[in-house]
Antibody
Framework: EVQLQQSGAELVRPGALVKLSCKAS????????LHWVKQRPEEGLEWIGW????????IYEPKFQDKASITADTSSNTAYLQLSSLTSEDTAVYYC??????????WGQGTSVTVSS | DIVLTQSPASLAVSLGQRATISCKAS??????????MNWYQQKPGQPPKLLIY???NLKSGIPARFSGSGSGTDFTLNIHPVEEEDAATYYC?????????FGGGTKLEIK
């Protein structure tokens, strides 16, 4: 079964950084682009960017260029999203998703990040 | 960048009736003969779920009461007949090029 299993909820201090994981099963991440999407409480979906784990090519939505860092580890079939200099604006659920021919066909369950002192 | 504007922001539809959601792009999302517009359904506490891809293609396993249409800059998601379980928020998304922007969402309530 194709699945994306994301890491657990995070409570982090303002100014800190956090690294979220997204472990794939049922497929090899080298064969697909993996995307990250942000959803603030009671708000819509924001696309952060994608990575091609085959060659580590990465594209970011410009507004996340200085906030997010997407990486992948093909040996563990896992993608990562690191968020830095956290503020209350970063409090959100973050989803990873697999792309197949320009469509996000499989999503992780989401990781909740709460930024609070 | 292309902006996607969904309307209405919310709607209430009676059980068995039709729900129509519009998504307008600020520029065409067509490329090489295909329209790169996708539709997702999201229920509270769950990740989005793909319903329609490339404007009008129903994902396998999605009920046939969901349908999509459109090309260029104007797209529509129809649900008919609406069922109780269709209460959710619906998002359009463009994927012709980066960034893969989402529309603002439409919340569907079933009366």
């Amino acid at each position: 079964e194709v699945q994306l299993q994301q890491s657990g909820a995070e409570l982090v201090r303002p100014g800190a950084l956090v690294k979220l994981s997204c472990k794939a099963s049922g497929f090899n991440i080298k064969d697909y682009y993996l995307h990250w999407v942000k959803q603030r409480p009671e708000e819509g979906l924001e696309w952060i960017g994608w990575i091609d784990p085959k060659n580590d090519n990465i594209i970011y939505e410009p507004k996340f260029q200085d906030k997010a860092s997407i990486t992948a580890d093909t040996s563990s079939n896992t993608a990562y999203l690191q968020l830095s200099s956290l503020t209350s604006e970063d409090t959100a659920v973050y989803y990873c998703a697999r792309e197949v021919r320009r469509v996000m066909d499989c999503w992780g369950q989401g990781t909740s990040v709460t930024v609070s002192s | 960048d292309i902006v996607l504007t969904q309307s209405p922001a919310s709607l209430a539809v009676s059980l068995g009736q039709r729900a129509t959601i519009s998504c307008k792009a600020s520029q065409s999302v067509d490329y090489d003969g295909d329209s790169y517009m996708n539709w997702y359904q999201q229920k509270p506490g769950q990740p989005p779920k793909l319903l329609i891809y490339a404007a009008s293609n129903l994902k396998s396993g999605i009920p046939a009461r969901f349908s999509g249409s459109g090309s260029g800059t104007d797209f529509t998601l129809n649900i008919h007949p609406v069922e109780e379980e269709d209460a959710a928020t619906y998002y359009c998304q463009k994927s012709n090029e980066d960034p893969y922007t989402f529309g603002g969402g439409t919340k569907l309530e079933i009366k």
